[in-house]
C-alpha cells in the first residue's frame, strides 16, 4: 500500500507521546511505503524546523530518505484542484501520480 502523507499529519506523528505515533511505527515496521515529491519533502523540513531542533529535523528526514519503503516521484502536470489551500495541490498531485491510497493510511495505522 502506498500513501502519501500531508505535512501537518507528519508533525503530529513524530512525538513519542502521540496519540496518533501508530502511524510513524507502521512506517517505520514497513506496513506501507510513503510516497513523496522534492516539493514534499522541502515542506516537510521547513515546518519541521519550525516546531523542533534541526537535529531532530536533520534525523527524521534522513530516516525517510533512506527507508526502503519510500519511493519519490515527479509529477509533470499542474492541476491546481484544490483553491482553498493551493499548497495542497503538491500532495494531490504525488498521491494521483503514484495511486496513493487515503483511507487506507489510517486503517494501517489503527491496526498498529
Known amino acids: 500500500m502506498r500513501i502519501v502523507l500531508d505535512t501537518n499529519c507528519l508533525l503530529v506523528v513524530l512525538p513519542v507521546n502521540s496519540p496518533y505515533r501508530c502511524l510513524w511505527n507502521a512506517f517505520r515496521q514497513r506496513k506501507f511505503t510513503l510516497c513523496y515529491t522534492t516539493e514534499m519533502l522541502q515542506e516537510y523540513e521547513e515546518l519541521l524546523l519550525r516546531f523542533y531542533p534541526y537535529e531532530i529535523v536533520f534525523l527524521a528526514v534522513e ?10 516521484t515527479i509529477p509533470y502536470y499542474k492541476w491546481n484542484l484544490i483553491s482553498v489551500d493551493p ?26
Not at 530516516?63 to 519519490?72: G, T
Not at 503538491?90 to 489503527?110: P, S, V
Open 87 to 112: 499548497d495542497d495541490n503538491k500532495f494531490t498531485k504525488c498521491r494521483r501520480r503514484l495511486h496513493c491510497h487515503k483511507r487506507q493510511a489510517l486503517q494501517c495505522a489503527e491496526k498498529s
Open 63 to 72: 530516516m525517510l530518505l533512506k527507508s526502503p519503503n519510500i519511493v519519490q
